[in-house]
């Protein structure tokens, strides 16, 4: 069933076969819609990036930068550098108004090929894994509390990490407004958490708790790798920063709206990461922070006993929240990716009733799943961020090429040239550094997987085979019978 099929069944469904002017609006609303506003906008970025990495990477940042001066030091420069891409992807997203994050970048800056191995990478990999990530540990801490003493086994672990992907795809596919409802909800629960960490923080600092920040420098790293991995874990926790970016088309008003959001959320996520750390440090050493299983469930038991529960609950909230909004926006550039033709058009059809891309959040919830089958998290956050930050410094490159290239483009927001320079040297220090100091295989198999998108592309994106063609036709007509959907229409 084609667009024409869709028109003409909601016709006979009304009674008339005339096209009147409320059957147009009908029709015409077979789109995304505009329904993220500002605060939406704020609570997506936040909750995004406030997932578990807080209560965890603090001792991943403390391992590879030595002590306490340079671990806050750089949680605090992951916060400049995260606010300086953001930056830049505000006067992208206002300047290419597209949903789907840096994908619509790349056609304008590089073209088709760049464009297609980058949705390919994220599609395939980077963004299920990142969903993967976060509902697994969503997963440790929910069951933790019902296997005292001991780890919770790990069929349990992922049973629930796959249950919770079945939730929150079905919500997203539910309805955009309660998507939002939700991330707002889990929004509110992790900074309500991050608000009592801190208080504490403060109470035991004015009590005269400072004998961890005596002599903070001692013991600083030096090796230009472990810096390097240092800022990798810190940047993970902060990874979320370009979310908005991936639902523009949705936004009520992405000129006012883009930038704003960016200029509010990301500060507020640094301010609360550096006093989250400093709450840690009040009361945990290095070394018992580093040997903790879970740093912000060790300080709950030691500061707010007996109401230290509400730590791994909230904890779960934020998970839950991080989740949700992964998903949201990983839909929006499978979305976008098959109206351009390179993934199956399915993918960017939209449901008629609830105006949710349904096909393509059901495919990132199923490609997460099978994630979650084989792998650790520590393999996954591995993977996925040698390329995703390799993806963030060629969106920095498209805006410097397109100030050449692409003069006539309009620029409500228009960033200094040099901060996307900045942006570019540090991705090529995040990606090459690690692989220098430590090299290791998943590198080279992201390289490879990288590329080997291309194999698909010349036949299917380049070519466009017939016999392709004929084959998803009758599995695309049954899809969307099955699922209610049909082709986005253009909207002004």
Known sequence: MDESGIRKRKESQNGSTDLTKDNKEVVKAVALQKDVGLLSGICLIVGTMIG??????????????????PCLLIWTACGVLSTLGALCY??????????????????????????????????????????AIITLSF???AS???YPGCSPPLIVTKCLAAAAILIITSINCLSVKLASYVQNFFTAAKLIIILVIVGAGIVLLA???????????????????????????????????????????????????????????????????????????????????????AVAVTFGDRVLYPASWIVPLFVVFSTFGSANGSCFTAGRLVYASGREGHMVKILSYINVKRYTPA??????????????????????????????WFFYGLAALALIVMRFTRKDLDRPVKIPVVLAGIMVLVS?????????????????????????????????????????????????MHLQLLMDVAPPEKTE
């Open 52 to 69: 578990s990495g807080i209560f965890i990477s603090p001792k991943s940042v403390l391992l590879y930068s030595g002590a306490v001066g």
């Open 428 to 476: 090529c220090y995040l990606v090459l550094a690690p692989i220098i100091d430590q090299p290791e295989l998943e590198y080279l198999y992201c390289t490879i997987f990288i590329f080997s998108g291309l194999i698909l592309y010349y036949p299917f994106v380049y070519r466009k085979v017939n016999w392709g063609r004929k084959i998803m036709r009758p599995i695309t």
């Open 359 to 388: 096909p393509a959040l059901i495919f990132n919830g199923v490609l997460a799943i099978f994630y979650i089958i084989p792998a650790d998290i520590n393999t996954l956050i591995n993977y996925f961020s040698f390329a995703q």
């Open 144 to 146: 933790t509390p019902f």
């Open 90 to 131: 505000a006067e992208l997203g206002t300047m290419i108004t597209k949903s789907g994050g840096e994908y619509p970048y790349f056609m304008e800056a590089f073209g088709s090929i760049v464009a297609y191995l980058y949705s390919w990478t994220t599609i395939m990999v980077l963004k299920p894994s990142s969903f």
């Open 207 to 293: 009590q005269g708790k400072t004998e961890n920040f005596s002599n903070a420098f001692d013991g600083t790293a030096t090796s230009f790798g472990a810096i390097g991995l240092a800022f990798y874990n810190g940047l993970w926790a902060y990874d979320g920063w370009n979310q908005l970016n991936f639902i523009t088309e949705e936004l009520k008003d992405p000129f006012r709206d883009l930038p704003l959001a960016i200029v509010i959320g990301i500060p507020l996520v640094t301010v609360c990461y550096v006093l989250v750390n400093v709450a840690y440090f009040t009361v945990m050493t290095t070394t018992e922070l580093l040997l903790s299983p």
């Open 139 to 141: 997963a440790e801490y």
